[in-house]
């Protein structure tokens, strides 16, 4: 008998969908463009920067055939502003996600040509699916796949990181350790505003994709047990009211009311 699996995605899954996210390339091949199922990738000509896949900037990287460039929000200083808003700034919420373009301009990321339209008809498009990965992307904020994207690209490209950062490879794993047990820690601790039924609202603006995934198991067992609280206080409020409302009634019989 196969056991339920748990709900929401695992860790493994998130990091299979993120690399659909966009990362920037510098080919060092020429490479004419391929066909994919969501289009035609642009043609690589050394030394241009080139938006791609993940997963096939990856491969382009395991061939040889290109160098990734990290996003800015990876760099060690960018890191360390960010647990810095995390723990001092703002020690109660997250950190806010990156900035979205502020108008429909072919030329800035975050836009998307719909199938048989013309420029004048541009599709905006909203995160995960903003290129918040690129090396255009702003420091200081981190995307919707912060997490996965920084471990892929430390895992398979950790010497463009540390050379294009001008960082180790360890200094960064290092300061991702930190935030995600820093971002952990609030995510814990940011139940309580659930406590009482129907409770304070639970802020989720600026969550990552991973966070989401590992922990919506613990904070649907304490939305749960908040509900079964909540359930079991109402019943014994109404039991009083009833004993309450019977004694009177015995009280207004006896004098004869």
């Given at each position: 008998?196969?056991?339920?699996?748990?709900?929401?995605?695992?860790?493994?899954?998130?990091?299979?969908?993120?690399?659909?996210?966009?990362?920037?390339?510098?080919?060092?091949?020429?490479?004419?463009?391929?066909?994919?199922?969501?289009?035609?990738?642009?043609?690589?000509?050394?030394p241009h920067r080139t938006d791609l896949p993940l997963w096939l900037a990856l491969l382009l990287k395991k061939q040889r055939r290109a160098n990734i460039l990290p996003p800015a929000w990876l760099h060690p200083a960018s890191l360390a502003d960010i647990i810095k808003h995390e723990t001092k700034t703002d020690p109660h919420a997250f950190s806010p996600p990156p900035p979205a373009p502020a108008r429909a301009?072919?030329?800035?990321?975050?836009?998307?040509?719909?199938?048989g339209e013309d420029d004048s008809s541009l599709l905006l498009l909203s995160a995960p699916f903003r290129?918040?990965?690129?090396?255009?992307?702003?420091?200081?904020?981190?995307?919707?796949?912060?997490?996965?994207?920084?471990e892929s690209l430390l895992a398979h490209a950790g010497d463009d990181v540390a050379s294009a950062l001008g960082a180790s490879a360890g200094e960064v794993r290092g300061l991702l350790r930190d935030l995600v047990e820093v971002r952990a820690a609030k995510m814990r601790s940011s139940t309580a505003q659930l406590e009482g039924f129907g409770g304070g609202?639970?802020?989720?603006?600026?969550v990552g994709a991973v966070e989401l995934a590992e922990s919506r198991g613990f904070v649907l067992g304490v939305v749960d047990g908040v509900r079964k609280i909540g359930a079991s206080a109402e019943a014994v409020r109404r039991e009083e009211e009833e004993e309450r409302g019977g004694e009177e009634g015995e009280s207004d019989e006896e004098m004869g009311i």
């Open positions: 008998m196969a056991l339920p699996l748990p709900p929401g995605l695992t860790h493994a899954e998130v990091a299979f969908l993120a690399e659909m996210e966009l990362v920037t390339v510098v080919p060092r091949q020429r490479l004419e463009s391929i066909d994919l199922l969501g289009g035609k990738t642009p043609p690589l000509r050394p301009d072919p030329s800035r990321p975050g836009q998307a040509r719909r199938q290129p918040s990965c690129t090396a255009d992307a702003p420091a200081g904020y981190l995307p919707y796949h912060w997490l996965e994207v920084a609202l639970m802020s989720l603006r600026g």
